[in-house]
């Protein structure tokens, strides 16, 4: 069974950089694209970032372009967000999640997130002063 779990949010000021993992067990990220969520409280779940780990294309949304990079170490099965210059509308609870599927597409355009199959259990980021 996947198994995905997520580590390193906590309490940051603005313009100030965070790193998540998400640590993958059960199966490889070699060979599937794997992405980030966040749920703001009161708001829809969002992807902001994926990733194709096959041919290594990374995709984003538009407002966190340029300020997030998405990555996975292949040699740890580890799958990263680099979040740089946040925001005050970064606050939310992140989750990794996998369909199992060697592209983006589910992940980036499938409103029905929740029909995405394997989810970590979320990490919170909060930007505050």
């Known amino acids: 069974q996947v198994q995905l779990v997520e580590s390193g949010g906590g309490s940051v000021r603005p313009a100030e950089s965070l790193r998540l993992s998400c640590a993958a067990s059960?199966?490889?990220?070699?060979?599937?694209?794997a992405g980030w969520f966040r749920q703001a409280p009161g708001k829809d779940r969002e992807a902001v970032a994926c990733?194709?780990?096959?041919?290594?294309?990374?995709f984003y949304a538009d407002s966190v372009k340029g300020r997030f990079t998405i990555f996975t170490d292949k040699t740890q099965n580890t799958m990263y967000l680099q979040m740089n210059n946040v925001k005050y509308e970064d606050t939310a609870i992140y989750y990794c999640?996998?369909?199992?599927?060697?592209?983006?597409?589910?992940?980036?355009?499938?409103?029905?997130?929740?029909?995405?199959?394997?989810w970590g259990q979320g990490t919170q980021v909060t930007v505050s002063t």
């Open positions: 059960e199966f490889s990220l070699d060979d599937y694209a």
């Open positions: 990733i194709e780990n096959l041919n290594g294309k990374t």
């Open positions: 999640a996998t369909d199992q599927e060697d592209n983006c597409r589910e992940i980036l355009f499938n409103p029905r997130w929740w029909e995405i199959g394997s």
